[in-house]
């Protein structure tokens, strides 16, 4: 039976992408034992490199992963920050960008091109230049100038993205959903904050949540600026120390591969949970409809 977008594949092209499928997992297969080959071959597998971090009986174990933890907590303080600030001020600029009229929008929509197209490190980077060449004070807010350094490039990029994930799920709301709220005397304000806005956030929640995977990513971009000790920076000042950066940036990665995994899941669970309910209120209205 032919799909709706392609046909089904053959018997040939079946059997050409087993083929291909089995040669590249075997160059892979191959990459892979030539890299761990080397790796051995270079000692990076003997039990002093790992200890440090897997055995609890080494001197160095119980504080390298206090500085680990101090690290994530670090990172997880300036993920939560620049994804509350981006949530607020990217709403702002999507209902801006929604409500306003044609002229109206066009700073908006210049606002929001620019911090779109601008690399996170580059808005990092012009953040810590004009605070430190204008002389701005920011040591009033709690934390390091690093954190909010760091924090306000990500709000700057990610609110330009969550603005774009707003105007997104109110334009996939029905018509019908505005005019009705209009029709009964609500000023468009009201319709958008009572009634669209809303429900729009229930269908973007999955992707807001996916969005947190991204800035949580984004924090370790500093560690190359070295203005803020965040995870990666913290692993890589063990590793110097340790001279075991191979192992020390490996537990790093699996820390952000973890939680980024159980961040993904969640969406996942949400965005069935919002299907499922969904599918629950047209049922029940066709049910009530067919009853009347």
Same mark, same amino acid.
């Given at each position: 039976?032919?799909?709706?977008?392609?046909?089904?594949? +053959?018997?040939?092209?079946?059997?050409?992408?087993?083929?291909?499928?089995?040669?590249? =997992?075997?160059?892979?297969?191959?990459?892979? $034992?030539?890299? &761990? !080959?080397?790796?051995?071959?270079?000692?990076?597998?003997?039990? #002093?490199?790992?200890?440090?971090?897997?055995?609890?009986?080494?001197?160095?174990?119980?504080?390298? !992963?206090?500085?680990?933890?101090? +690290?994530?907590? =670090?990172?997880?303080?300036?993920?939560?920050?620049?994804?509350?600030?981006?949530?607020?001020?990217?709403?702002?600029?999507?209902?801006?960008?929604?409500?306003? $009229?044609?002229?109206?929008?066009?700073?908006? &929509?210049?606002?929001? *091109? /620019?911090?779109?197209?601008?690399?996170?490190?580059?808005?990092?980077? @012009?953040? @810590?230049?004009?605070?430190?060449?204008?002389?701005?004070?920011?040591?009033?807010?709690?934390?390091?100038?690093?954190? !909010?350094?760091?924090?306000?490039?990500?709000?700057? @990029?990610?609110?330009?993205?969550?603005? *774009?994930? &707003?105007?997104?799920?109110?334009?996939?709301?029905?018509?019908?959903?505005? #005019? =009705? =709220?209009?029709?009964?005397?609500?000023?468009? !304000?009201?319709?958008?904050?009572?009634? *669209?806005?809303?429900?729009?956030?229930?269908?973007? /929640?999955?992707?807001?949540?996916?969005?947190?995977?991204?800035?949580?990513?984004?924090?370790? /971009?500093?560690?190359?600026? +070295?203005?803020?000790?965040?995870?990666?920076?913290? +692993?890589?000042?063990?590793?110097?120390?340790?001279?075991?950066?191979?192992?020390?940036?490996? &537990?790093? $990665?699996?820390?952000?591969?973890?939680?980024?995994?159980?961040?993904?899941?969640?969406?996942?669970?949400? #965005?069935?949970?919002?299907?499922?309910?969904?599918?629950?209120?047209?049922?029940?209205?066709?049910?009530?409809?067919?009853?009347?």
């Amino acid at each position: 039976m032919s799909n709706v977008l392609y046909d089904e594949p +053959g018997p040939k092209a079946r059997r050409r992408a087993a083929i291909g499928t089995v040669v590249a =997992a075997a160059i892979l297969l191959g990459f892979t $034992g030539v890299a &761990v !080959w080397r790796l051995a071959d270079r000692g990076q597998f003997d039990a #002093e490199l790992w200890s440090p971090l897997i055995n609890p009986s080494d001197e160095n174990f119980v504080l390298v !992963w206090r500085l680990l933890a101090q +690290g994530l907590q =670090a990172t997880l303080t300036a993920a939560v920050l620049a994804i509350s600030l981006s949530l607020v001020i990217g709403t702002l600029l999507g209902v801006s960008r929604l409500m306003l $009229g044609k002229v109206g929008r066009i700073p908006v &929509v210049a606002v929001i *091109e /620019l911090f779109r197209g601008l690399p996170v490190i580059i808005s990092i980077f @012009y953040v @810590y230049i004009l605070v430190r060449s204008t002389g701005i004070d920011i040591s009033f807010l709690p934390g390091s100038d690093g954190l !909010w350094f760091l924090v306000i490039g990500l709000t700057f @990029y990610n609110s330009v993205i969550i603005a *774009e994930i &707003v105007r997104a799920g109110v334009n996939s709301l029905p018509r019908g959903q505005s #005019e =009705a =709220a209009l029709a009964i005397g609500m000023t468009r !304000w009201k319709s958008m904050k009572n009634v *669209e806005l809303p429900q729009a956030f229930r269908t973007m /929640l999955p992707a807001l949540i996916s969005q947190l995977v991204v800035v949580l990513k984004d924090t370790s /971009l500093v560690a190359v600026l +070295g203005l803020y000790t965040e995870l990666l920076r913290r +692993g890589n000042l063990i590793s110097l120390n340790l001279d075991n950066p191979i192992q020390v940036l490996f &537990v790093v $990665g699996l820390i952000f591969i973890l939680i980024n995994y159980g961040l993904s899941k969640l969406a996942e669970f949400v #965005e069935r949970r919002l299907s499922t309910r969904g599918q629950s209120s047209t049922v029940l209205v066709k049910t009530g409809d067919a009853v009347a």
